[in-house]
């Protein structure tokens, strides 16, 4: 099972965020779709999805273009007009919804697995949405609590899943020595989703960092099957917080936030901050 893994710390106005994104070499600068977002009102959306994986799985039954896929939930999120909890409620019951055009296939319907996070630092509320099955219209939704959090196609949180229980440890290992700047963000971010580790001996998905060669394609979808690296193509790590910027006259709610990704052609970092 492919698509990435996420590890992310969530307290009141604040989230740092850890992610690994998984694809195959020959389509990593290829796909379109956003996994990761922050506006600048505070709402944000992290993704992981089978679809960059499930091309080359047979519970694929219908291969949707990348528009279509699950990378377009963020977007309508964050620049929609819903909040987190109203959002999970329209993707689990299918109400009519105003931001998604007609070319946009029903969240139930999408011939692949996804799990959503989305959430607004101004009310500090967060909901997980998670289809586990990718045939399945079936659509789970939860209130997420402070805390740390594991995101994979696993679930939200899989305590049985050895990927995700040692990608927690790893962060809360190291978490520390970021916030008290002894390490960088890079630094951090490094020894966390860098780790090739394989939980399962011998299995090179289950390691946090994935680097493998597998088969890919299938001459049913119009492309020929051939050999060629599945991994990890790039990983990113975001820390936002709202804050209070205070002037003589006054108190100005505040996005500050630092953006780095480490891909596996190029590296880059950023600070920003977003007058909300």
Not at 30 to 55: M, P, R
Not at 182 to 211: H, N, W, Y
Not at 223 to 251: D, N, P
Request: with cysteine.
């Amino acid at each position: 099972m492919g698509g990435g893994i996420m590890v992310f710390d969530y307290q009141k106005q604040c989230i740092t965020l850890l992610h690994n994104r998984d694809n195959w070499d020959e389509r990593s600068d290829q796909n379109g779709g956003v996994w990761i977002l922050v506006s600048k009102e505070g709402k944000f959306a992290c993704l992981v999805d089978s679809c960059l994986h499930d091309d080359d799985d047979n519970r694929v039954s219908v291969v949707y273009k990348a528009s279509n896929g699950p990378s377009y939930l963020p977007v309508a999120y964050v620049e929609g007009k819903h909040t987190p909890e109203s959002f999970a409620e329209w993707i689990e019951t299918g109400m009519s919804f105003e931001n998604f055009t007609q070319d946009d296939p029903d969240p139930r319907e999408l011939t692949y697995a996804y799990e959503l996070i989305v959430g607004d630092l101004s009310t500090s509320t967060v909901f997980h949405i998670s289809k586990p099955v990718a045939s399945e219209r079936v659509i789970h939704t939860r209130r997420v609590p402070f805390g740390v959090h594991t995101l994979s196609l696993s679930g939200l949180d899989n305590r049985t899943s050895l990927k995700d229980t040692r990608l927690r440890t790893l962060f809360e290992e190291h978490i520390g020595s970021y916030e008290n700047g002894v390490a960088s963000l890079e630094e951090f971010t490094q020894k966390v989703l860098g780790d090739r580790v394989e939980t399962v001996p011998g299995d090179k998905m289950s390691s946090i960092f994935v680097e493998k060669k597998d088969y890919h394609g299938k001459k049913r979808y119009g492309f020929l099957k051939k050999k060629e690296r599945y991994g990890t193509s790039s990983s990113t790590a975001l820390v936002v917080k709202r804050v209070l910027e205070i002037t003589e006259e006054t108190a100005v709610p505040v996005l500050e936030g630092t953006f780095y990704e480490l891909h596996r052609s190029r590296g880059r970092k950023f600070a920003f901050e977003i007058d909300a």
